[in-house]
Nanobody, 124 residues
């Protein structure tokens, strides 16, 4: 069974940095992309950044130039380096893997997976 485990969240002052890590475990032959989403209290979940297997990245306008997503395909791990953090970046950040080709119960299939989320709090 595929699991996504996130780490690296926490409390930081405005202007500071954090690095989030998401490690995917299980039998994974391939997947289309991995990315980070966030949800602040009272707001809808939004895409923060995404990276494809081929390395194409996509960022929310609100984080361009401050956040960098990268991945280690060998270890099925994705990273989000967050610099120049602002109080409005405060949210629960969740890792997502799209189009995961995996084996379970003796058959191969494709599905999407989510991590449990990690809290990022930026104080002013």
């Amino acid at each position: 069974q595929v699991q996504l485990v996130e780490s690296g969240g926490g409390l930081v002052q405005a202007g500071g940095s954090l690095r989030l890590t998401c490690a995917a475990s299980g039998i994974i032959a391939s997947f289309n992309s991995m990315g980070w989403y966030r949800q602040a209290p009272g707001k809808q979940r939004e895409l923060v950044a995404k990276i494809t297997l081929g390395g194409i990245t996509n960022y929310s306008d609100s984080v361009k130039g401050r956040f960098t997503i990268s991945r280690d395909n060998t270890n099925n791990t994705v990273y989000l380096q967050m610099n120049s953090l602002k109080p409005e970046d405060t949210a629960v950040y969740s890792c997502n893997a799209e189009g995961v080709f995996t084996l379970a119960a003796g058959r191969w299939f494709t599905s999407d997976y989510w991590g449990q989320g990690t809290q990022v709090t930026v104080s002013s």
